[in-house]
């Protein structure tokens, strides 16, 4: 939806680099995918050293963990915290009702 609405309105209208960033690591373990650092900004679409500035600023609030590839120990992965899936689930929640009233709203 966010780059849907870039493409229409221009992303300069609408910068928000962290929530991309928590919606990407949401949606990324949706689908049971293991997230590494370098592709946290590449999917918010923003230079990586926004991306690690932002990382680093998420992960002192406690809404990303990162951790060793077990895999491969060269490669850092980041997910979310507890806290950050929880508030990204209640956030989700919360427009999904809202649109749910609405639509209820015109249709009376």
């Known amino acids: 939806m966010r780059r849907r609405r870039e493409a229409l309105f221009g992303a300069e209208f609408f910068s928000d680099p962290a929530w991309d ?4 690591l949401y ?3 949706l689908r049971g995918q293991r997230t590494q650092v370098k592709s ?3 999917n918010a679409g923003i230079p990586a050293t926004t991306a690690l500035r932002w990382i680093a600023l998420l992960e002192q ?3 990303i963990e990162r ?3 077990a895999r491969d120990r060269r490669r ?3 997910r979310l915290s507890v806290t ?3 508030g990204v689930e209640e956030l989700i929640d919360f427009l999904a009702s809202g649109v749910s009233e609405a639509l ?5």
């Open 84 to 86: 950050a899936r929880t």
């Open 67 to 69: 951790e060793p590839d």
């Open 40 to 42: 946290v900004g590449v």
């Open 76 to 78: 850092i992965l980041v």
């Open 61 to 63: 609030r406690g809404l």
């Open 21 to 24: 960033m928590l919606l990407n």
């Open 104 to 108: 209820a709203a015109s249709e009376a």
């Open 27 to 29: 949606f990324a373990e």
